[in-house]
């Protein structure tokens, strides 16, 4: 089994390669880092004799991804648990006076166009299994329906935009990868840097760890197949409306 989780070096990406090494220890697991290089003394080993490979990836730049997937066999799963929200000199609009189209291209290219290319870029690897799973990491926020006190617009807008492309393209691999279930999922407000300068008023309860986030997509891979592609999933396995 092979597994490529983008964004490994963050907060959740982290918690999903320890996850699945865990439970499938004979998987190969392939994890890309940008900025933060992966130190194996505070992250699962890194050497080949771990099974966990790494490489580093600008998600943004279509050439390294390309790259990477010349460098991959077949995989059955791939979770890009990348994502930008924040830089640390700009944080989400509270209003649209505050909109910057650079921010904006930021959020659309990190959270938006890295999926696009991946499913370009990977779409011969997850036909190559029998069984394959593509999810990318979206947040509650880019429903469109549940959208009901506004903020965050350059976010909640490439999490839109990248949601209807999950969906686009789970119509168009229903044919030619029969096989490959596409999901959306939300993880819930998750203790990770991303979230770190917003989690004051997270009601009790209702901040995870990225362990337990780890956990419920993991239930969510078990519990679907290719007759649930293009389904948008919460950690709590409820299907969030578009
Ligand atoms: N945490 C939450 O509460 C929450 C809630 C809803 C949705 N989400 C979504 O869940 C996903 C994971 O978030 P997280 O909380 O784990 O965030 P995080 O800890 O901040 O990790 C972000 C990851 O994205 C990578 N990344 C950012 N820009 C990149 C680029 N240009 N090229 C390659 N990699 C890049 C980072 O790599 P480096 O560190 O190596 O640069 C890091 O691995 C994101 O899509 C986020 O939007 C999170």
Known sequence: MNILIIGGSGGIGQALIQHFHAVHPDATIYATYHSTVPDSTARPVTTSATKVHWYQVDITQEADIAALASALPPLSLLINAAGL???????PEKSITAFDPQFFADNVNTNTLSTLLLAKHFMPHLKASPRSHFIAFSARIGS??????????SYRCAKAALNMALKTISIEWR???????VLAFHPGTTDTALSAPFQKNVPAGKLFSPAYVAECLAQRIDDTGPEDSGQFFSYDGKVIPW
């Open 144 to 153: 469109i329906e549940d959208n009901k006190v506004g903020g965050w617009i």
């Open 175 to 181: 044919f030619k990868l029969p096989h490959c279930c």
């Open 85 to 91: 929200l924040h830089h640390p000199e700009q944080g």
